[in-house]
């Protein structure tokens, strides 16, 4: 069956993917790309002029997938505005398990392309900003005397743990960060401290604390 030029886009887009995410975008030529997804060189340069403007491509697709991550995640959660907060550090640690996690894209290109005026560079600096402002409007829902400061620290650790998974895995420091998010939100007043139980466990009073 032929393809649409927009579905050779896309096709060609996820294969991108895939090789630049696991293997490196400088690793791979454009060459390597159009052979595994199965096109003609020709082909893809029709459809992207350069191999920035593919990697453009593939960093605006990225931005795309994880708003609708971010999204569909607090959308989930319901309306309880600590809820949606803690629902993404939830969905963050299955997020990043090994099986199909190195890292973040979006680090990974800043890592790659540190020029300000290349366009990947600038694609991945507009996603991280959108995450941090998204942290922002989640935060402002709660009872919190200052929440810009509560979203730059929920912010931290997120990047903590797109750092840290790197490195030291999944089961390193980054099992932590729901519990470190849960923290904050309780020193900052919008979750209630954990009480000691008489079985020598921890709760909290009039809230369900998973973490």
Not at 93 to 102: D, K, L, Y
Not at 188 to 196: F, K, L, M, Q
């Amino acid at each position: 069956m032929r393809r649409t030029a927009a579905q050779t886009r896309e096709h060609i887009l996820r294969t991108t993917h895939d090789l630049f995410y696991w293997h490196g975008v400088r690793a791979v030529g454009v060459d390597r790309v159009a052979a595994e997804a199965g096109v003609a060189p020709t082909t893809l340069y029709r459809l992207f002029a350069s191999k920035d403007d593919l990697i453009a491509a593939y960093v605006e697709r990225a931005d795309t997938l994880y708003r609708e991550w971010f999204e569909a995640v607090v959308d989930r959660a319901g309306r309880d505005p600590l809820d949606r907060v803690l629902a993404v550090f939830d969905a963050l640690t299955e997020q990043v398990q090994p099986e199909h996690c190195r890292g973040c894209p979006f680090l990974m290109v800043l890592a790659e392309f540190p020029e300000p005026e290349h366009p990947a560079h600038r694609n991945a600096v507009a996603m991280k900003t959108w995450v941090r402002d998204r942290l922002g409007r989640l935060t402002a829902d709660l009872p919190v005397g200052d929440p810009e400061e509560l979203a730059d620290q929920l912010c931290l650790v997120m990047e903590g743990v797109y750092g840290s998974v790197q490195g030291l895995g999944a089961d390193g420091p980054a099992r932590r960060a729901r519990a470190l998010a849960r923290t904050l939100l309780t020193v900052a007043g919008a979750a209630p401290a954990p009480v000691a139980r008489p079985d020598g466990r921890t709760g909290t009073r009039g809230a369900d604390d998973r973490g």
